[in-house]
């Protein structure tokens, strides 16, 4: 992925309150140097 200029972001939590339709997730997360991770803040908006 990482190759690809793309991003994944594993193991959220309380995505079960969201609904189904209708919501926007914001990440924010730190410009690695050479890390293969690193931690990501994510908001649901809903």
Do not use: C
Not at 26 to 31: D, L, Q, S, Y
């Amino acid at each position: 992925m990482l190759g690809q200029n793309r991003w994944q972001i594993e193991l959220l939590a309380n995505l079960d309150g969201l609904p189904e339709k209708g919501a926007a997730l914001v990440a924010t997360w730190p410009k690695p140097l050479e890390g293969s991770g690193f931690p990501a803040r994510v908001f649901a908006i809903h």
